[in-house]
C-alpha cells in the first residue's frame, strides 16, 4: 500500500483514521474523499492542515466517473470506504438516502476499484447489521437480521463487496464497528447530542425506558482496529471491532451528566423511535487473536476525556447545530418531548 483513498474521510470515524494515518505513517500518503454532506465537515480535518502526505478532493461515491478520476489522477492502489448515511433516526425519516450511498454507492466504488485493479479494498461496517441480540456477542459468521433501513443499507454494500470478492477475486476486508464515540462526532448521536444539550441546560430525550444496550468503543480505538484490518486482514474475511463493554443508554446518560455536574432531571422519556433494536453486543475475539489488535481507553476514561473535548470546543459544534439539524431535531423530537412534558 502506498496511496490510499479512504472514502468519508471527513465523517466522524474515517476523519480519526485519517488523522491517525496522516500522522504516524508518513509513508503512506491519504487521498481523503468526501461528499460533505451535513455530516461530512472540513474542520475535522484542520488538524492536518500542511500535511504533504495528505490531499483532500470532494466528490460522490455514486458517482462513477468522479471515482473513476480521483483513483487515476493519485494513482491510487487501496480504498478504504468509511462513506455512508449513517445514522438510523435518519434512515427511517428518509430510507432512499440511504440506499443510495450505502448500497449503489459501494457497488459504483466496487465497480471503479475493480476496474483500476486497486490491490485492496475495505469496507467499514457496523455491528448492527446483526440486528436485535438478545443474549450473548455476535460473531462475524452470524446472520444479518437488520430491522432499520440503515442497518440493511450496510448489510447490503456488505454483500457487494463479498461479491466482488467471489466473482471478481478482489482483495476485500470488511470491518464491523460497534458504537463509536469520542471528538469531532456529529451531535446527532447519542453522546454528542447528551453533551451538547445539557451544556445548555436543555431537555434530553431518552427514547422509551432507556433501557437499551450499547456496546461502546472510543474512536480512536475503532481507528487503529480499521488500519489492523487494512493491513493485516486475511482477504475475504470480516472482523469485528468491538467494544465489549455493553451499557444500558440511560447509565451511559446519568454517566455523562455525573462528569458534567448536571441534574438527572434533565431527562425526559420520550416515545421509543420505530424498530429500535433492544441489544447489540459483539465479540473482538478474532481481531484481538488474528491481528493483535487491542483497546486502548476505558468507556469511563474516554467519556470523560470526550466531555471535555466538547466543552472546550464549542465552536466546533455550536455552528453546526443550526439550520439543518434544528429541522432534523424538530422532526424528530420536537412531538415526543411535548407529548413527555405535557404528562409529567
Partial sequence: MKNI???????????????????????????????????????????????????????????????????EEHDIDTVVNFAAESHVDRSILDPEAFIRTDVFGVYRLLEAAHQHGIGRFMQVSTDEVYGDVESGFSTEDDNFLPNS????????????VRSYHVTYGMDTVTSRGSNTYGPYQ??????????????????????????????????????????????????????????????????????LLDIMDKPQSLIKYVRDREGHDRRYAMSAQKAEKELGWERQHTFEAGLKQTVQWYLDNEWWWRKIKTGEYLEYYKKQYAERLAQAESTS
Fill in 149 to 160: 433501513p440503515y442497518a440493511a443499507s450496510k448489510a447490503s454494500g456488505e454483500l457487494m
Fill in 5 to 71: 483513498l479512504v472514502t468519508g474521510g471527513a465523517g466522524f470515524i474515517g476523519s480519526a483514521f485519517v488523522r491517525l494515518i496522516v500522522n504516524d505513517y508518513p509513508n503512506y500518503h491519504i487521498v481523503t474523499f468526501d461528499k460533505l454532506t451535513y455530516a461530512g465537515n472540513l474542520d475535522n480535518l484542520q488538524p492536518l492542515k500542511g500535511a504533504q502526505n495528505h490531499t483532500f478532493v470532494q466528490g460522490d461515491i455514486a458517482d462513477l466517473e468522479g471515482v473513476r478520476g480521483v483513483l
Fill in 186 to 255: 456529529y451531535p446527532e448521536k447519542l453522546i454528542p447530542f447528551f453533551i451538547t444539550e445539557a451544556a445548555d441546560d436543555r431537555s434530553l430525550p431518552v427514547y422509551g425506558d432507556g433501557m437499551q444496550v450499547r456496546d461502546w468503543l472510543h474512536v480512536d480505538d475503532h481507528a487503529s482496529g480499521v488500519l489492523k484490518v487494512l493491513e493485516n486482514g486475511k482477504s475475504g474475511e470480516v472482523y469485528n471491532i468491538a467494544g465489549e463493554d455493553i451499557r444500558h443508554n440511560i447509565d451511559v446518560i446519568k454517566l
